[in-house]
């Protein structure tokens, strides 16, 4: 039995689950999300709780997959996810052209990154940008996608990082 899909989701007030089947749709303040699970999966609402259970063992994995899924869609329409980049490196910056992201990132041309449907870009200054929407999933892929622009260089540090993430730097060459 899965620890983490035995839990059951709560359910804060202004969001609506509703499940047929084995459709799934959230609805909250910021949007709706829908989502099919897996056939080995049962979920039903109980009072103000999401309960997910499993038919076979053999499905286990499946078990807190689909559980904290559901717990992100539920989390995501009552609040945004959002990650956070932040760009080093002379020269570099960012700024919002519309619902596009245009960088200079040093290379003889702009890099222009159109957002997908339910995404956000802010920039509050040159150096950040903060990635926003209400589905983990594609928010976390856009972020990589711009990070993947210009991924950080070992010596110097240049480039797009996570702001939480932290950079090993490595010792240049040293002469004779």
Do not use: C, W
Request: aromatic content about 4%; cysteine-free; glycine content about 10%.
């Amino acid at each position: 039995m899965s620890r983490i899909g035995k839990k059951p989701i709560a359910i804060p007030e202004g969001v609506t689950v509703t499940i047929d089947g084995q459709h799934i749709t959230t609805k909250g303040s910021k949007g709706t999300l829908e989502m099919d699970i897996h056939p080995a999966v049962k979920a039903e609402v109980k009072e103000n709780e999401v309960i997910v259970s499993i038919d076979n063992e053999a499905n286990g994995n499946l078990h807190g997959l689909t559980r904290t899924l559901i717990a992100n869609m539920i989390e995501g329409v009552n609040n945004e996810f959002s990650k956070t980049l932040q760009i080093n490196g002379v020269g570099y910056r960012a700024q919002k052209q519309g619902s596009n992201l245009v960088m200079n990132l040093g290379y003889s041309h702009q890099v222009i990154v159109e957002a997908p449907e339910g995404i956000t870009f802010d920039v509050p200054d040159a150096n950040t940008i903060i990635v926003r929407g209400i589905n983990k999933e594609v928010v976390g892929q856009t972020a990589a996608v711009v990070r993947s622009k210009r991924e950080p260089e070992v010596y110097k540090g240049k480039g797009i990082k996570y702001a939480d993430e932290h950079l090993i730097r490595k010792e240049g060459k040293t002469g004779k």
